[in-house]
């Protein structure tokens, strides 16, 4: 039997997403074959097309952070889970495909009647944006936030799980995300003309408790400028590598995976040093579960009974079908998505 997989071939554009059709992979002992139903689309796949994300894999490869998709054979020695279940699962790629052969310690059962594309959208995005809240800036209620890239997918995020928290919150975003920013509980600032550092402290006097920064390099002391004595700046992402030789790069190979990282290090090291108890820490979810997996997956579990419960809604930006990788990675690259968009892989996303 034949199944869709969509392949990086080269380290560059968008073009270098191909679809592959072939038989479709059988697990091995240990391993799971999940059908996928939905697969996220992220700017860390867009990174690694490039070849300039430290989770980047040799070409050929398959992109694909987070899936949800229904367990469809076992490989030998695998036991408590039976072919039908619902599961969730970060392989970090190869979900862009129709199926996917992954340990089964890996999956996490997802709850029956939610839709597959808010719950895949719960993966990378929701479980960045809670760790980075509650377990690396431990935010409490009655704080003030800054959100950049307030309209995006873990902006989007930020600002639900902010709310449910107690924050006050601000959200740099482009106009036509402003509207969504407010909806969302948050004084949108536009980044393109206002100077957010001003505007924070016009907004709140002396700053704002945490701000939390997927631009990286020099941004990150920019926002550090935006805390009060005692705040906290958590980077993740680095998208500043995207700008310049990045998207528009048709240069073969891949470039400086660890683009950022000494200025990372450079401004948790000033964060310490310098007056005023202004830290500057960095997340990567990809770290934490790997050093912390039981973590990673109470976290989901946490987040998939809270959209159970309505208390939290992903923005669904597009649903494009799987063979659309090439346009989804379009849209992304051109910015202004406000939420999250998947790629689909079947007719019905609706989890039974």
């Not at 862009?96 to 890996?106: D, G, I, K, M, S």
């Not at 891949?254 to 202004?278: C, D, E, F, Q």
Request: glycine share 12%.
């Amino acid at each position: 039997m034949k199944h869709t997989r969509i392949v990086v071939t080269r380290y560059g554009g968008p073009d270098a997403l191909q679809v592959l059709e072939e038989e479709r992979p059988e697990p091995k002992r240990g391993e799971v074959r999940v059908r996928v139903l939905a697969a996220g689309v992220a700017l860390p796949d867009v990174m690694a097309r490039e070849g300039i994300h430290p989770e980047t894999p040799p070409v050929p490869y398959t992109p694909g952070w987070d899936l949800v998709g229904v367990v469809d054979r076992l490989g030998d020695g695998v036991a408590g889970i039976e072919p039908g279940r619902t599961v969730a699962a970060m392989p970090i790629h190869g979900a862009y495909a129709q199926f996917v052969c992954l340990p089964q310690r890996e999956l996490v059962p997802v709850p029956s009647g939610l839709d597959a594309a808010e719950a895949v959208s719960l993966i990378l995005n929701y479980v960045t944006a809670y760790q980075m809240m509650h377990r690396s800036a431990r935010v409490e209620a009655g704080q003030r936030a800054l959100i950049h890239g307030a309209a995006g997918g873990v902006g989007t995020a930020l600002l639900q799980l902010g709310r449910l928290a107690g924050l006050e919150m601000y959200g740099t975003c482009s106009s036509r995300g402003a509207a969504t920013v407010s909806e969302l509980g948050a004084i949108p600032i536009d980044y393109r003309n206002q100077d957010f550092v001003k505007e924070v402290h016009r907004l709140t006097g002396d700053g704002v408790d945490v701000v939390f920064d997927p631009i990286g390099g020099k941004h990150l002391w920019r926002s550090r400028e935006a805390l009060r004595p005692g705040g906290k700046v958590v980077g993740y992402g680095n998208t500043t590598s995207l700008r310049g030789k990045g998207l528009a790069s048709d240069r073969p190979g891949r470039r400086n995976r660890l683009h950022g990282i000494p200025v990372y290090v450079l401004y948790i090291a000033g964060g310490w040093l310098l007056p005023g108890r202004k830290r500057v820490i960095p997340y990567s979810i990809q770290t934490l579960k790997r050093l912390r997996p039981a973590m990673f997956r109470e976290d989901l579990v946490t987040l998939l009974d809270l959209l159970l419960q309505k208390k939290i809604k992903p923005l669904v930006a597009q649903r494009l079908p799987l063979a659309e990788a090439r346009r989804a990675h379009e849209l992304l690259g051109q910015g202004g998505v406000t939420g999250k968009i998947v790629l689909v892989c079947s007719g019905s996303s609706r989890v039974a």
